[in-house]
Each structure stands twice: as structure tokens, then as C-alpha cells.
């Protein structure tokens, strides 16, 4: 059963478009959930991340929002770039297993074309 | 600062045919994690150790997988043997201690089973 699902699977989008992947979850014991970009040949890489106790997060071009009812939390890149094209994966970490455990969507291929 | 290291980076062996893997993480991480990627997915843990102790192994086929981290540094992952369906990448993260949701991942190591 995936702990944490995440849609689109891919996702393409026009240089300085905005790019939006969404994550959904039943677990109440996740504490903290993160985004990580995994370039071809790489291994993922922590974007960016966010407490459930905080509705948005902002980093540059990129943005979380959470929404702790729902259970949902999305990515938003803004202004998105070539250099952006890379599989993305949302996260949870899990406080009820030993001291955490972090589970991981199927990840969203995004195409930045030019 | 170095990131953590893996290799080899790709391996190629038939069937029945034992493997091992390397891992080094990053200077000061106590916490080790094996994952295993299949493609278009996300990574799904293996085991994690804190420091010498694998804490979480539950997810680690026993009956041909084994791990080990004797002086709480290095790591290195074995399959024997070897089939088919264990055609992955191979990835090794690492973390302070206590910050399972900041997690550093090395490249991988991509298993092709023939």
C-alpha cells in the first residue's frame, strides 16, 4: 500500500509556466514532509520541506503548501526553468517507527521545454 | 564537504551470482539507510542503521539480502544470490542523527540482473 500518493506521474510544462505536484496521505503519525529532485544518473536531492503545523513554504521558485485537514501538500515551482526538468518525489517521515522512517511517493517527471 | 559515496556505480552479473555493494557516508552522519529503486518509482527503504545498530531492517529480504556497518563508517550491501527481480538502483543515504527527514543520498549503484 503506497503510504503516500502523488500525482501526475509526469508533467509538462512551458518555460515560465507553473508547475504544481500534489501529494495526499492517511498517516497522522507523519511529522514532517519533504520534497526531493533526483536528476538522470542521481541520486534525490532535499528541495525543500515543511512541518505540518505551517500551511506554506517558500524557497526561491519554490513553494510547499499544506494543508493539515486534508492531508494533502503540494509543490509549486514558479517562473520553472529547463534546468528544472528532473523526477520529483514528495516525502512523509513517519514518528511512529523508529526514530522515523521516511516514505516516498512514485515521483512526477517534469519537462521544462524552452 | 563530500557527499556520500557508492560504488561501483553500475554492476552487471547473471542470475544465482552473489553482489555486493559499497557505501561512505558523510563525515559525522550516524544514521545509514540502503534503499532500493525500481525504475519509475521511489525509493523504498531497506535497512537503517544508527551508528553500528540496524534499528530498522524490516523491510529487508533476509533470506538472500545481508548488511553490515562494523565500525559505524562504512557499508556495504550483499545479495546472494542474485534474481532477476533485484534489477534496481541501489541507493545509500545518510543523516545526523535524530534528522531522518534530511537525508543526503549518494548515486546509486544500478543493478542489472541478467
Known amino acids: 500500500q503506497q503510504q503516500v500518493k502523488q500525482s501526475p506521474q509526469s508533467l509538462i510544462v512551458q518555460k515560465g509556466g507553473i508547475s504544481i505536484i500534489n501529494c495526499a496521505y492517511e498517516n497522522t503519525a507523519f511529522d514532517y514532509f519533504p520534497w526531493y529532485q533526483q536528476f538522470p544518473g542521481k541520486g534525490p536531492a532535499l528541495l525543500i520541506a515543511?512541518?505540518?503545523?505551517?500551511s506554506e513554504k517558500k524557497e526561491g521558485r519554490f513553494t510547499i503548501s499544506f494543508n493539515k485537514s486534508a492531508k494533502q501538500f503540494s509543490l509549486h515551482i514558479m517562473d520553472s526553468q529547463p534546468g528544472d526538468s528532473a523526477t520529483y518525489f514528495c516525502?512523509?517521515?513517519?514518528?511512529?517507527?523508529?526514530?522515523?522512517?521516511?516514505?516516498f511517493g512514485r515521483g512526477t517527471q517534469l519537462t521544462v521545454w524552452p | 564537504e563530500a557527499g556520500v559515496v557508492q560504488s561501483p556505480r553500475y554492476k552487471i552479473i547473471e542470475k544465482k551470482q552473489p553482489v555486493a555493494f559499497w557505501c561512505n557516508p558523510i563525515?559525522?552522519?550516524?544514521?545509514l539507510y540502503w534503499y532500493r529503486q525500481n525504475l519509475g518509482q521511489g525509493p523504498e527503504l531497506l535497512i537503517r542503521y544508527e551508528n553500528e545498530e540496524a534499528v530498522d531492517d524490516s523491510q529487508l529480504p533476509k533470506d538472500r539480502f545481508s548488511a553490515e556497518r562494523l565500525k559505524g563508517v562504512d557499508s556495504t550491501l550483499k545479495i546472494q544470490p542474485a534474481e532477476l527481480g533485484d534489477s534496481a538502483v541501489y541507493l545509500c543515504?545518510?543523516?545526523?542523527?535524530?534528522?531522518?527527514?534530511?537525508?543526503?543520498f549518494g548515486p546509486g549503484t544500478r543493478l542489472t540482473v541478467t
Open positions: 563525515s559525522g552522519h550516524n544514521t
Open positions: 543515504a545518510s543523516s545526523l542523527q535524530g534528522r531522518p527527514y534530511e537525508q543526503y
Open positions: 515543511i512541518r505540518p503545523d505551517v
Open positions: 516525502a512523509a517521515n513517519d514518528r511512529g517507527s523508529t526514530l522515523g522512517r521516511l516514505y
